[in-house]
């Protein structure tokens, strides 16, 4: 027998997609900069040894975890439209893509 | 049967943590599609449930361990700078790659990629596993969300694949040595 579920809001999942995203486009944008700029390739380097690599890795993932907290507390009780979420995210994470593939950030 | 101290620890990240994760990612992918192909969504049963906690929580920790050694423990001995006047760069991959042009596109493309875009992997995977875990219930009533965990699991899928297809032709290309010899097994002749 199949018993219907109570309505979840979909709020929390939205959160944590969006925030995802964001994540990876930080991680574009971080690592792009340190590329084009050295006073910001110096402020990155975290651990030395590694170069800028740590502390790129490091912005993104402070970034991606404190958005998804936020945004999960803000729309913890709530439903949210996920076609709109879904497009930016693609698109987030496309631009991500793009400004971590080597050959076009060499292109910039 | 010998090995370095690094080419263990070199094995362990992208043969173990890596290759699990990557073939973790694959089972995710899998049965991402899947539950989007049948009539009525499955019901697992409490051991299940717990077998597969174990497993989405052990694909991210993978993840995790496969980026934070790569990064920390295997990256500086890869890009560690030769002393001015070496001419044997065996034990500094970096500087070898570099060193010709038939290898340099190994480094500038490789490996510039390959530690960037290992991370997105382990984004999206911690993401899905959290979103599987505690927000099954959404994701079973909304199609819309089911399609965007697919779409963030190919995504993992594809970044992981990148970063290990490389890591890979990078170790052969010019290999992580050094540190102490250790012997896992002697020949009786």
């Known amino acids: 027998m199949i018993t219907s579920e109570p309505q979840v809001p979909n709020g929390p999942v939205a959160a944590a997609i969006l925030s995802a995203a964001i994540g990876c486009f930080a991680l574009g944008v971080v690592s792009t900069l340190a590329d084009k700029n050295k006073a910001f390739n110096k402020l990155m380097l975290f651990y030395p040894p590694s170069g800028a690599l740590t502390g790129e890795t490091t912005v993104a993932i402070l970034i991606w975890l404190v958005v998804w907290l936020l945004l999960a507390r803000l729309w913890r009780n709530s439903s949210r439209a996920i076609g709109p979420i879904n497009l930016t995210s693609i698109i ?9 593939f080597p050959p076009f950030i060499d292109a910039l | 049967m010998q090995l370095t101290f690094r080419e263990l620890l070199t094995a362990l990240h992208g043969m173990l943590f890596g290759g699990f994760f990557l073939m973790a990612i694959f089972g995710l992918v899998v049965e991402l599609v899947r539950s989007r192909s049948t009539a009525v969504p499955s019901e697992l049963t409490p051991s299940g449930r717990r077998l597969e906690a174990t497993f989405l929580i052990l694909m991210a920790a993978f993840g995790w361990l496969a980026v934070f050694t790569g990064t920390y423990v295997i990256y ?81 899928l594809v970044s992981c694949g990148v970063a290990a297809g490389f890591g890979a032709m990078l170790d052969k290309a010019a290999p992580v040595t050094g540190g102490n010899t250790i012997t896992l097994m002697r020949s009786s002749q």
Not at chain 2, 112 to 124: D, G, Q, R, S, Y
Not at chain 2, 128 to 138: H, S
Request: charged share 10%; glycine share 4%.
């Open chain 1, 92 to 100: 987030l994470l496309l631009l991500g893509l793009l400004l971590t």
């Open chain 2, 76 to 156: 500086p001995w890869y890009r560690a700078k030769p002393p001015a006047g070496t001419t044997d760069l065996t034990a500094y991959p970096r500087s070898l790659l570099l060193s010709h042009p038939t290898t340099a596109a190994w480094h500038n493309l490789g490996m510039e990629w390959k530690e960037h875009i290992a991370f997105f992997a382990v984004i999206a995977i911690t993401m899905l596993a959290f979103v599987l875990l505690r927000q099954r219930a959404a994701l079973r009533q909304n199609p819309a969300l089911r399609n965007a965990a697919l779409g963030f699991s190919l995504l993992a």
